[in-house]
């Protein structure tokens, strides 16, 4: 006979916890609107730029915002290791926080205005399913998939179709804005010797 598996200890807190990085109040404009897409992407470029310099993570950032008044909701950075949870994307952090902000597990219900995500790196496999499932109705990114190669991250099985398949339920995708100044923050990791966190 099998004894049960022991509940864990009282002092055990089983609860995950996800926050920004304190450089975050110095660097985010948060009133400031984002009229543009070079506005917007040059926000995500500069947190995973922060992220890179400050050693707070990986070289990756994103932001929410309303499409059409460029209101900022959230932002996210890498925060894979400096939390310990694999799952921490800059994608995935911004996605997490804008819904926690907005009280609505999509950004896409009736009550919101229309939401776009906006990354400095092509989002790997697991962001861009949550892409899908965030009610993003647009996603914009600056590095690709082969940039991010380069330092030997694994971006997963990412395909043509995948995108078909987002655009295919109304999701516009605007590839490679600001390509070259996306991709030298990842060049700047690389020169750093930075982690990478593949599994």
């Given at each position: 006979?099998?004894?049960?598996?022991p509940s864990p200890s009282p002092d055990f807190a089983l609860a995950v916890h996800v926050d920004y990085p304190a450089?975050?109040?110095?660097?985010v404009a948060w009133?400031?609107?984002?009229?543009?897409?070079?506005e917007r992407m040059r926000l995500a470029i500069a947190l995973s730029r922060e992220n890179v310099e400050r050693g707070t993570g990986g070289p990756f950032g994103a932001a929410i915002f309303e499409r059409d008044s460029g209101r900022l909701v959230a932002v996210g950075m890498n925060s894979v290791v400096r939390l310990h949870n694999c799952t921490l994307h800059g994608e995935m952090v911004a996605f997490m926080m804008a819904q926690r902000r907005l009280g609505s597990f999509t950004l896409n219900a009736p009550h919101l205005p229309a939401h776009e995500l906006v990354t400095?790196?092509?989002?790997?496999?697991m962001c861009l399913g949550a892409t899908l499932w965030?009610?993003?109705r647009r996603l914009v990114f600056?590095?690709?998939?082969?940039?991010?190669a380069k330092l030997e991250f694994d971006e997963g099985p990412v395909f043509p179709e995948s995108y078909r398949y987002l655009e295919a339920r109304g999701i516009e995708i605007v590839r490679g804005m600001l390509h070259e100044e996306a991709a030298a923050v990842l060049e700047r990791y690389r020169a750093l010797n930075g982690a990478?966190?593949?599994?």
């Open positions: 006979m099998t004894s049960p598996s450089w975050v109040a110095d660097v009133e400031t609107r984002y009229r543009t897409d070079e400095s790196c092509e989002p790997c496999a965030s009610g993003v600056g590095a690709t998939r082969e940039d991010a990478i966190y593949n599994g």
